[in-house]
């Protein structure tokens, strides 16, 4: 089993930055890959981003792509999301996931681990 909790959510202004970080417990995690998803009101959760075990590899979503950045420090277990220029648009609650299969999965479907998600607010 592995336990994740995020933070590092908020309000903050349209343009501004906010750095979410996602720490787990429980058994190896620099063994997973990992990602951030996010949920809207109203809306399906969708895919922000993701990074390979060994932090070698990302992938981003269209929409987040040049403005985010995911990250992770397997020496302290702990997942960072940077998010810069942030849009009214941005604003959901904020999941990370552990263990994608295949690797690096845009599908929530495929991970086995979930966080209970931080909520952004970004106003205009």
């Known amino acids: 089993q592995v336990q994740l909790v995020e933070s590092g959510g908020g309000l903050v202004q349209a343009g501004g930055s906010l750095r979410l970080s996602c720490a787990a417990s429980?058994?190896?995690?620099?063994?997973?890959?990992m990602g951030w998803f996010r949920q809207a009101p109203g809306k399906e959760r969708e895919f922000v981003a993701s990074?390979?075990?060994?932090?070698?590899?990302?992938a981003y979503a269209a929409s987040v792509k040049g403005r985010f950045t995911i990250s992770r420090d397997n020496a302290k277990n702990t997942l960072h999301l940077q998010m810069n220029s942030l849009k009214p648009e941005d604003t959901a609650v904020y999941y990370c996931?552990?263990?994608?299969?295949?690797?690096?999965?845009?599908?929530?479907?495929?991970?086995?681990?979930w966080g209970q998600g931080t909520q952004v607010t970004v106003s205009s």
């Open positions: 990074i390979r075990w060994s932090g070698s590899g990302t």
């Open positions: 996931a552990a263990d994608s299969t295949p690797p690096m999965s845009t599908m929530t479907g495929s991970y086995k681990y």
């Open positions: 429980g058994r190896t995690f620099n063994g997973y890959d």
